[in-house]
T-cell receptor, first 110, second 114 residues
Framework: QQQVKQSPQSLIVQKGGISIINCAYE??????FPWYQQFPGKGPALLIA?????SEKKEGRFTISFNKSAKQFSLHIMDSQPGDSATYFC?????????FGEGTQLTVNP | DAGVIQSPRHEVTEMGQEVTLRCKPI?????LFWYRQTMMRGLELLIY????????DSGMPEDRFSAKMPNASFSTLKIQPSEPRDSAVYFC????????????FGSGTQLSVL
C-alpha cells in the first residue's frame, strides 16, 4: 500500500535526447507527487512536483505527466544535458510522510 | 542560510561501538526527518519530529537506534551498539510544517561499521 514503483532502474540517453522515468503508486492517500534529484555525495533535492488534480506540470525542460485513474506519473526531461546525470526519485506524500521510489540512475552522454 | 548541516560527513567505527550523528536543520523549519539510504533498501524514513516532538518513529529498525531533538536547532541519531548492517548513508532533512513535501536534505553521513 505504501510502495511507489519506479522504472527504469537505470537510463542512458544521448545529449539532446528525451529522458523518461515512470512511476506507479498504490496508496490513494497520497496527495502530492514530487520528484527529487540526487547527485553523488549529496542529499536529494526537490526538482519539480505536482498535485493529483493536475494532469501535467512543466518547469523549463522538466515535465511531470500525471494519470490519476491509472495511478501513474512520469518525469520527462527534454533536451537532456550531461549536467542532468543524477539519480531521480519519484515520491508519494501523505501528510508529512514521503515514500520514495527506488530511484533511476540517469546518465546523459555528451 | 547554510542549509541543513550534518556531522560528521564520514564515520568509520567498529562493531559494538556507539555512533552519534548530528544535524542542524534550516533555521525556522519546524519539521525534521532522519532517513537512511542503502543500495538494497533505497531511502527509508527512520523518524520525524514536528516542533521537536517525535511524531513517527515506526521506521527505526530496532532499539539500538534512538533519536532526540532537544531544541529547534539540533537533533541527534544514536546507534548503540552499532553493527555492520547499519552501514549506510544517513540523511537529515528539514521542512516547514505547512509544506512537508518540500524537504531540504543535508549532505549526509557515510557510516561504515567494520
Amino acid at each position: 500500500q505504501q510502495q511507489v514503483k519506479q522504472s527504469p532502474q537505470s537510463l542512458i540517453v544521448q545529449k539532446g535526447g528525451i529522458s523518461i522515468i515512470n512511476c506507479a503508486y498504490e496508496n490513494t492517500a497520497f496527495d502530492y507527487f514530487p520528484w527529487y534529484q540526487q547527485f553523488p555525495g549529496k542529499g536529494p533535492a526537490l526538482l519539480i512536483a505536482i498535485r493529483p488534480d493536475v494532469s501535467e506540470k512543466k518547469e523549463g525542460r522538466f515535465t511531470i505527466s500525471f494519470n490519476k485513474s491509472a495511478k501513474q506519473f512520469s518525469l520527462h526531461i527534454m533536451d537532456s544535458q550531461p549536467g542532468d546525470s543524477a539519480t531521480y526519485f519519484c515520491v508519494g506524500t501523505s501528510g508529512s510522510r514521503l515514500t520514495f521510489g527506488e530511484g533511476t540512475q540517469l546518465t546523459v552522454n555528451p | 542560510d547554510a542549509g541543513v548541516i550534518q556531522s560528521p560527513r564520514h564515520e568509520v567505527t567498529e562493531m559494538g561501538q556507539e555512533v552519534t550523528l548530528r544535524c542542524k536543520p534550516i533555521s525556522g523549519h519546524n519539521s525534521l526527518f532522519w532517513y537512511r539510504q542503502t543500495m538494497m533498501r533505497g531511502l527509508e524514513l527512520l523518524i520525524y519530529f514536528n516542533n521537536n516532538v517525535p511524531i513517527d518513529d515506526s521506521g527505526m529498525p530496532e532499539d539500538r537506534f534512538s533519536a532526540k531533538m532537544p531544541n529547534a536547532s539540533f537533533s541527534t541519531l544514536k546507534i548503540q551498539p552499532s553493527e555492520p548492517r547499519d552501514s549506510a548513508v544517513y540523511f537529515c532533512a528539514s521542512s516547514l510544517a505547512f509544506s512537508p513535501e518540500k524537504l531540504f536534505f543535508g549532505s549526509g553521513t557515510q557510516l561504515s561499521v567494520l
